[in-house]
């Protein structure tokens, strides 16, 4: 998504599970499959003059979870939806010392209106996606619910029709078929 704009942004690491070895102006904190913007990961990564700014990329964007993000120190929220371009300008706004969310005021909650996401060409909705990477990192239905702020009827529901889409019956083969068509999360370094 951001390789057309490579003269103006470069992906240096994809991995904030360990300490950011090159700093950086900007990190843009995807939440798809992790933490929202309401844990502690994002006051952990916001204390760390290494990452820069914090921007959180999410098709999460309550107002309560917009607000807590800002309040833990991060500089801007991006709804998914947003488009390449805008994002990208968004990302030198940021870095140049704005705070910057963008936030569609017309979409649907918890739909992307357009954009990329594992499972896509499959037939999965982004949140079926979601809960499907989560299923394959291990997560209870409980856990699932927590994190991505749905009830738990709700995640069983996406869950069987994810399920149909895929063509599996069992968690296990779910999460063999995550393994397989790119539900864990990347982890790339380039080391300066």
Known sequence: MLAPFADRVQVVELNLDTATITPVDVTLYDTFAQNQADSEDIARLASNPTNGRIVVYSWNAQPELVRQALDRGCAGYVDKSTAAEDLVSAIERIAAGEVVTLIPASKPAGEPLTGHWPGKQHGLSAREAEILALITQGMTNENIA???????????????????????????????????????PDHHRELR
């Open 146 to 184: 927590t994190r991505a702020y749905l009830s738990i009827n709700t995640v069983k529901s996406y869950i069987r029709t994810t399920y149909r889409k895929i063509g599996v019956t069992r968690r296990s083969q779910a999460v063999r078929w995550g393994m397989e068509h790119g539900m864990l």
